[in-house]
């Protein structure tokens, strides 16, 4: 067995960018994101992905020795899901975390907390940087699921915690997609 350890990747920096259902995808780590925008800073723990697990398993026994006469495999109805804090207070983060919409005047910006909104959906791009190796990962069908608590706080950044939610794009075929340049030929 051959060890490699440049093969050893480190999520040093990198960008989450938000766009609307059904953008154009990108076709590999080159392709240009427009018209996705940028989310700007992401909390210091980065991106937490998540894959649903295997499903369920029964293992159906017979009386004679407790054999195991046959297992029925169940998958898992669970969806892929990435979680992050974004720190930037601008438009694009205030509506993904509210699932609102901000009405802007040369002054300030307006905006409704309603607890019964739902998300419309998004298409997302997390990119992660290791030096010259990039690794995009492309979500076209990304939903908040979940957002975490937002705390007003002397001496700490306001955070909004979110976690979103893939589902299958049933043209493209797939939950997510990701090409990293560390995996070339």
Do not use: C
Not at 70 to 76: G, L, V
Not at 100 to 112: N, P, R
């Amino acid at each position: 067995m051959a060890l490699n350890a440049s093969a050893v990747r480190v999520a040093v920096t990198g960008a989450i960018s938000v766009g609307p259902l059904g953008t154009t995808a990108p076709t590999g780590t080159a392709s240009a994101l427009t018209p996705r925008v940028d989310l700007g800073y992401v909390g210091e723990d980065g991106v937490t992905e998540t894959q649903p697990g295997a499903g369920d398993v029964n293992r159906i026994k017979a009386w004679q020795n407790g054999a195991t006469v046959r297992t029925i495999r169940t998958p898992s109805e669970d969806l892929p899901t990435w979680q992050f804090v974004l720190l930037e207070t601008k438009l694009e983060v205030i509506e993904l975390y509210y699932k609102t919409e901000v009405t802007q005047s040369a002054t300030e910006g307006e905006y409704d907390i309603d607890a019964d909104a739902t998300d419309p959906g998004h298409d997302f791009v997390i990119d992660v940087v290791d030096g010259a190796e990039l690794e995009r990962v492309h979500i076209p069908r990304g939903f908040v699921s979940e957002v975490g608590e937002k705390v007003y706080a002397n001496g700490e950044a306001i955070g909004y915690e979110v976690t979103i939610e893939g589902e299958k794009d049933s043209t493209l075929g797939y939950n997510a997609r990701v090409w990293a340049t560390s995996l070339k030929s």
